[in-house]
């Protein structure tokens, strides 16, 4: 049962992380398109939170990744592994609560 908590703890969490990235990469269309303007507070404010909490987990991939260029795959492997994490812990306490 102490399990079964604990892996819906770490999928709320992963969930949670997973709508950050999603958000980061729609903001960050929306910055280099124009349609909103980091000179805005609340903008600029939103866009330094998210980056604060993403980018302890986003250096270390774009260390290992090698360079692609304009493209940043980190957030898509990043998606991808806290899924995986995500399945995993899930399978574990099922497996352990029979």
Do not use: C
Request: hydrophobic share 65%; aromatic share 8%.
């Amino acid at each position: 049962m102490v399990l079964m908590t604990i892996a819906q703890i770490i999928s709320m969490l992963a969930s949670v992380l997973i709508f950050l990235v999603i958000a980061q990469f729609v903001l960050s269309l929306l910055i280099s398109f124009n349609v909103v303007n980091m000179h805005n507070d609340f903008v600029a404010a939103i866009w330094r939170a998210i980056n604060a909490l993403l980018d302890p987990l986003l250096n270390p991939i774009r260390k290992i990744m090698p360079n692609t260029g304009a493209i940043d795959f980190s957030p898509l492997v990043l998606i991808i592994g806290l899924r995986i994490l995500e399945v995993i812990v899930t399978n574990m306490a099922i497996s352990y609560a029979y």
